[in-house]
Every structure is written in C-alpha cells, then in structure tokens.
C-alpha cells in the first residue's frame, strides 16, 4: 500500500532536510502511524499551506501534516482525531522594539504590520482582535515571511507559539524573539487542536489511521518522539484529552 503525504516548510512540523528528505515532527508522527497500518511505500510532496486542503480534496495527494481543525475547512477534508494542541504566537525581531504580545497590540499600533501565511486560521483570529486589513501582509511560505520580518516590511510574523520559538532557538541566529499571544479579550480560552486530513472519499485510510492514532498518541513512544522536535505533553495533552472524551 502507498500513500503520499503532503507537507510545507516550517519546522518543528515539517521541513527538507539533508538529501531533500521529508523530516519533522508532523512527518515522522505520520511515517510512524502508516508504517503501522501496513502502508510499504510513503511518497512525499512539498507544497504550499494554501494548496493542501484544495489538493488533498482533489486527489493529487492522499493525506496532509496536521493543520488546525475548524467548521469550515471540515466542510472540504475530513480530519483524523487530533494530534497536537497548540496556542499561537508572535515572531518579532530581536528585543521586541514595538513591544508586541498579542494581536490586540498590533491592532492598537497604526504603524504595527502583521505578516500571516496565506490561508492559516490567524488571520481570523487577528480580524477579531481589531487588527485591520491594511496591516497585515500575507505570505505563501514562512521564509517569505521570516526574510520580511528580517528587513522590517513586517513587525510580527504570527504562528503557533511553539513553531515560533523553536524558529527563534534554531535558525533565527538571535534575530528573532518568540512571544505568546495574550488571550483575545472576550474569548473562552481554549487550546486549537490539530490534526490530519484527507478527502472526505477517503474512508478506509481515515478509519485506519484514526484507529492507530487512539492507540498511538500519549503513548512513551510517542512523546519521546515528539520531544526530538520540541513537542512536550503541553502541545500532546490537549490532543488526548480530546481523543478521550470522544470515546466516553
């Protein structure tokens, strides 16, 4: 059986590394997974964030990394049970010269420009924390974003709190500082979830992969694999609590 697995450059979920190989932390929770439902052969495509819903819905690839969860894109994919649980972030240059911590401060600086990947769920987040249309940028891949954080077109890149600071520690040569994101004022707190998805023509493979993914996450192995990447059972936690709960 193969299966070809769609994912994007932003480590700590996914990247090329050494050889153009697949690697990172979303690419080895799914080799893990398929090698353990009988899937022999993994093919691996390198794509866009804004092309992995419309190309998984189409066939071009079988399964995408975990991205996060939300009522529309479930209208066009079906996602396995989730895998991680990860709050958002902000990348800024070093030493924070506009003093960001949140949405709310970007949307409160007239001059504050956010830079946002195309198509990822913080553009909305920041929508509903005041931030205005004509302060936010958006970028195909995170290193368009990263160079344009470096050259001060932006402020702030917005992510996930985790992928910002292992971006910080790793690659970003002291040029960057990762912060969480304060709460939007108003909101229930709450951890967004991720997971894998697949076209909704998909069912045997979801079955099976979803099957293994109960049996699978917040197992030894699991978390010893996922701390390689940075992934702790503050990002694992919230993914079992789920899978839990749909069980009862």
């Not at 052969?41 to 866009?48: A, C, P, S």
């Amino acid at each position: 059986m193969n299966v070809t697995l769609a994912y994007i450059e932003e480590p700590p979920f996914g990247w090329t590394g050494e050889h153009r190989v697949a690697t990172g932390a979303d690419v080895e929770l799914a080799e893990t997974v398929l090698h353990a439902i009988g899937v022999t052969r993994i093919e691996y495509r390198l794509t866009t964030f804004g092309e992995l819903l419309p190309g998984v819905r189409e066939g071009r690839w079988d399964m995408n990394v975990p991205l996060f969860v939300t009522a529309e894109r479930s209208e066009a994919v079906a996602f396995s049970v989730p895998v991680w649980g990860i709050g958002d972030g902000l990348l800024v240059r070093s030493g924070n010269p506009k003093a960001l911590d949140g949405y709310a401060a970007v949307a409160a600086l007239d001059d504050a420009r956010l830079g946002i990947i195309a198509g990822q769920v913080q553009h909305d987040v920041a929508k509903a924390a005041g931030v205005r249309d004509d302060q936010v940028l958006i970028f195909e891949e995170q290193r368009e974003a990263l160079d344009a954080l470096r050259s001060g077109v932006i402020d702030a890149y917005a992510s996930t709190a985790l992928g910002n600071r292992i971006v910080a520690d790793r690659i970003g040569l002291g040029q960057f500082d990762a912060v969480a994101c304060r709460p939007v004022t108003g909101t229930a707190p709450s951890t967004p979830l991720g997971a894998f998805s697949f076209s909704k023509s998909s069912r045997g493979l979801l079955d099976a992969v979803n099957t293994q993914l109960r049996a699978y996450v917040g197992s030894p192995d699991h978390l010893a694999r996922m701390a390689k990447y940075g992934l702790g059972e503050d990002e694992i936690e919230p993914a079992l609590r789920a899978i839990q709960a749909a069980r009862r």
